[in-house]
Every structure is written in structure tokens, then in C-alpha cells.
């Protein structure tokens, strides 16, 4: 058990410039959690999927951010045409199933200049 | 929609001494679980603890303790015998109980600091 990987670890981008995170859950793990935190705030969930079903987006993802999980394993998070609101540490999670608990990796930090 | 609140941004103690983090949160479900994760600096949350709503007794593990008043809407975390690694960012979180909805409800989290 490695536990949850996420990559890069930080990225710096440009302001318009699209950005892909990638984070590969726990083995056995059909749930993908992806949350997003501020400095200075409790993460904030953005969308989760079992298996490679998107079950449900938030508000907060705007038609700028697009998420999948193409077969069911690794997920990846896009976001299109970077705005300076966009940075924050993107965290993902994963669990066995609703009643387990979410193991979360070390989080993308993404700064946009 | 369920909001967590933590009032506490800041806690410190001394080594060995026990400490008291502050949650409330509010609801209209009688159905839910309630955590404690722990984020040390620069690195991933962990679970510290977790609660389920229909339970009467309050959970433990090890010198971690919560204190769980459903009415009051209330979850507070108790750290006993506090060591120098317990020092990090403490976040109180919700997760509801009914199908489909699983995401976690973080409140804003108390940074708790160790003195020795």
C-alpha cells in the first residue's frame, strides 16, 4: 500500500495558460475524491467518482476545470485558462467505499502568475 | 446545506498537558459522521479520529478523545499528554450519511502549537 500519489507536486503557471494534475488513489480504492484549499481554509470538495463514474460536481467547478477518471484507476484535473483565483493546494482522496474512510495524498500546490 | 465551524484559528500547549479543539457544526440530518483530521506542516491529512452520529459513546483512540453532543451540535477534540508531534493543523470535518452524498464539509481548522 503506497498510499495516494499526486504529481507534480507544485506548478507554476502563467495566467491563461491550461494546467493538468494527475492523481493516481490507493489500489483497491474505487472512490476519487478531489478537494481544493486555500491559504488559510479547510479544503473545499470539488467532485468525486466511483470507479470512472463522475457522481458529483460542485459549484465551485466552473466550466473551466474538467475532471476524469477514464478507467477507474488514476484521475486527472484540467484546468483551462488559468485565472489567479486559481491558486491553491488541489488535494485528492480515495476510499474502499462510502463508509471507509478518505485517505488524502500530499496535494498539488498551484501557483498562477 | 451542512456548515462547520471552528472558532479556535489558534491553540498552543505545553508538552504533556491536554488541550480542548472546538467544533460546531449545523445540520437538519439526523444521520452523519463527524472527523478530526490532522494536517502537519507540509504534509498530507491524516484521520485523527471519526464519530458516527447515531452513537451515544464518545470515541477514542489512544490520547485522542472527542467529546460528541448531538443536540448541541457540538465536537470537540481532546488531546492528552500532547507531544511535540502533535503540533499541525487540526480540521473539523462532516460527511453526511445518505447514499450519494459523501463529500467531506471541512471547517477552517485551529493550528495547534507545542511548546516545550
Known amino acids: 500500500d503506497t498510499g495516494v500519489s499526486q504529481n507534480p507536486r507544485h506548478k507554476i503557471t502563467k495566467r491563461g495558460q491550461n494546467v493538468t494534475f494527475r492523481c493516481d488513489p490507493i489500489?483497491?480504492?474505487?472512490?476519487l475524491y478531489w478537494y481544493r484549499q486555500t491559504l488559510g481554509q479547510g479544503p473545499e470538495f470539488l467532485t468525486y467518482f466511483q470507479n470512472e463514474a463522475q457522481l458529483e460536481k460542485s459549484r465551485l467547478l466552473s466550466d473551466r476545470f474538467s475532471a476524469e477518471r477514464p478507467k477507474g484507476s488514476f484521475s486527472t484535473l484540467e484546468i483551462q485558462r488559468t485565472e489567479q483565483g486559481d491558486s491553491a493546494m488541489y488535494l485528492c482522496?480515495?476510499?474502499?467505499?462510502?463508509?471507509?474512510?478518505?485517505?488524502f495524498g500530499p496535494g498539488t500546490r498551484l501557483t498562477v502568475t | 446545506a451542512q456548515t462547520v465551524t471552528q472558532s479556535q484559528p489558534e491553540m498552543s500547549v505545553q508538552e504533556a498537558e491536554t488541550v480542548t479543539l472546538s467544533c460546531t457544526y449545523d445540520?437538519?440530518?439526523?444521520?452523519?459522521?463527524l472527523f478530526w483530521y490532522k494536517q502537519p506542516p507540509s504534509r498530507q491529512m491524516i484521520l485523527v479520529i471519526r464519530?458516527?452520529?447515531?452513537?451515544?459513546q464518545n470515541a477514542t483512540e489512544n490520547r485522542f478523545s472527542v467529546n460528541f453532543q448531538k443536540a448541541a451540535k457540538s465536537f470537540s477534540l481532546k488531546i492528552s499528554d500532547s507531544q511535540l508531534g502533535d503540533a499541525a493543523m487540526y480540521f473539523c470535518?462532516?460527511?453526511?450519511?445518505?447514499?450519494?452524498?459523501?463529500?467531506?464539509?471541512f471547517g477552517t481548522g485551529t493550528r495547534l502549537t507545542i511548546i516545550p
Open positions: 445540520t437538519s440530518e439526523s444521520d452523519y459522521y
Open positions: 482522496a480515495s476510499s474502499l467505499s462510502p463508509e471507509y474512510e478518505q485517505y
Open positions: 489500489s483497491e480504492h474505487n472512490r
Open positions: 464519530q458516527e452520529a447515531y452513537k451515544q
Open positions: 470535518a462532516y460527511r453526511s450519511e445518505n447514499f450519494g452524498n459523501e463529500k467531506l464539509t
